[in-house]
């Protein structure tokens, strides 16, 4: 199967999602008929779509011959284990020492700096060795060396492994470096297969979130979210396979959502504030929460006590897990330095990234744009009407919060996200939350027409990856298609608060029918 996909690889990027659409439409016109042979030929189109669904995701690692990312692996597993002695800005002038130390053959011809963001020359980098080399221990220099050159076996070419080096770095938290940082010296990358069990933890937590969510939501709900997250074009994206504790945040947000559609305000609270820790902006995601609390507090006089409750654990949670991590790192210079390293990540303009301000600029090139001046210009003059923007959308989908439900208003937290941040392609798996807003409800037609709406971005997104001149299409074009989904979202979420309205007002006028509705 594997064979026959890797053959067709093109055909299945819109032959999947095409399906999907077509299954969900059979199950809105048949999913109610009572027939056993009907039902069960249902479930069984699922079960099949699944199944290619996770072949396609997987195909990549397939062909490689291994469940292994050593590109993203470097980062993640050498950031967190020696991140006592490279903190956020030295991986790559350490990673070129230690190989030049080792007269390696093939030495990288330019590192990037991760101070200034810019591409240097590797030879400038010897005239700081002896500074450099202070910030290991004797014991400690000896490992560093031995773990580059291991991980550099892992690479089958040094022009992939130059590559890497020009990459810009790590970003995790301290939150997620202590979690991290124990299992990078239980499994070592010496040879020995132990390290290969590592990219199994992110499969082991989308079990996690997929029993979750067959728990709140049905096995139905839980299938068609996965087949979405392993078809859609910025979620089965290869930073984000067979790497090291990539998923977590993701998971931990559908965890939180399961447990508010269950009514578990407290576990909740945990997960959502575990995913804000582990990458700090899921905390965009608690806006509908928060504007559902205060509209509740302002209109009915009346404490929301599951809400209540599901802000004091997430409160209490990311005390616990931040002091924790204060104590792992040894102080907030880690925290500081994070800050820094996210604030000139987040300010600058990159092609491969998603966000309103990208649809505002309608980003060209670095040098140009349908605007016909540079994106800096564009934000420097008409910077304004992008805040303006903002402001109204927010200030909507604070009143549009209102009459949903707990997981929805968690769901409408895409929207902040997607106003507020331009975050790099593959962190949109968070795609995952709004398709649950429309997977949630897929007995009514209007939210279905949101799952196929999303279904049908999936193949878009792949039809412009096959491009030859791809940046500038797909990520736009991508970026647009978001904003209509968060703006389906909206009407959506507008329906449901002129209905409660309406009900309001018809029991008002009609006391007898709320006693009706008691009974």
Wanted: charged share 15%; hydrophobic share 50%; with cysteine.
């Amino acid at each position: 199967m594997y064979a026959l996909m890797t053959t067709h690889l093109v055909f299945f990027r819109y032959a999947l999602p095409i399906a999907a659409v077509v299954l969900v439409l059979a199950w809105l016109v048949l999913g109610k008929r009572k027939e056993a042979v009907i039902k069960w030929g249902l479930c069984l189109c699922l079960a099949v779509l699944f199944l290619f669904s996770a072949l396609f995701y997987t195909q990549r690692n397939y062909a490689a011959g291994k469940y292994f990312n050593a590109y993203e692996f470097f980062h993640y597993y050498m950031g967190a284990k020696y991140h006592k002695e490279l903190g956020y800005r030295h991986l790559y002038d350490m990673t070129y020492l230690a190989m030049e130390e080792e007269n390696y053959p093939k030495l990288p011809g330019s590192v990037r700096d991760l101070y200034t963001d810019r591409t240097i020359n590797s030879r400038s980098l010897l005239k700081d060795k002896a500074v450099l080399r202070e910030r290991f221990s004797e014991e400690r220099w000896v490992q560093w060396k031995g773990d580059v050159l291991d991980f550099r076996k892992s690479f089958k070419t040094s022009k992939a492994w130059d590559v890497m080096m020009q990459d810009r770095g790590f970003n995790a938290t301290p939150v997620w470096i202590m979690a991290a940082g124990p299992l990078t010296n239980l499994f070592k990358i010496d040879g020995t297969p132990s390290i290969y069990l590592l990219p199994w933890l992110d499969v082991l937590l989308a079990m996690l979130a997929f029993a979750c969510l067959w728990r709140a939501f049905g096995l139905q709900v839980a299938a068609f979210t996965f087949i979405f997250l392993f078809t859609h074009y910025v979620t089965s994206q290869w930073p984000l396979k067979a790497a090291f504790l990539r998923l977590d945040w993701i998971v931990a947000l559908l965890c939180s959502m399961s447990m508010l559609k269950m009514k578990r305000y407290g576990w909740a609270g945990f997960f959502a504030a575990v995913a804000t820790c582990m990458r700090i902006f899921p905390v965009l995601f608690v806006f509908g929460l928060v504007a559902k609390l205060l509209m509740e507090l302002l209109l009915k006089r009346k404490l929301n006590q599951g809400l209540f409750r599901f802000f004091v654990s997430a409160t209490l949670t990311g005390l616990v897990l931040v002091g924790l991590s204060l104590l792992y790192t040894g102080g907030l210079g880690s925290w500081l330095e994070f800050f820094e390293k996210i604030r000139e990540h987040g300010s600058s303009i990159r092609d491969w990234r998603i966000g309103m301000v990208y649809v505002f600029i309608a980003h060209n090139s670095a040098t140009n744009t349908l605007w016909g001046m540079t994106p800096t210009q564009i934000l420097e003059h008409y910077g304004w009407i992008l805040h303006c923007i903002r402001g109204v959308v927010l200030v909507l989908c604070f009143i549009l919060s209102y009459r949903l439900k707990n997981y929805e208003a968690m769901a409408l937290g895409i929207i902040p996200v997607f106003l507020l941040t331009g975050s790099t392609y593959y962190y949109y798996i968070m795609l995952g939350v709004p398709f649950l807003f429309f997977a949630a409800n897929q007995d009514k037609r209007l939210y279905v027409l949101g799952m196929i709406f999303m279904f049908a971005t999936a193949a878009i997104g792949h039809h412009y990856f096959l491009l030859w001149n791809r940046i500038w299409p797909l990520f736009f074009t991508l970026s647009c298609c978001i904003a209509i989904t968060s703006l389906y979202m909206m009407v959506l979420a507008a329906i449901r608060l002129y209905q409660g309205e309406q009900e309001v007002a018809e029991l008002s006028t009609n006391p007898g029918k709320l006693k009706r509705v008691k009974t």
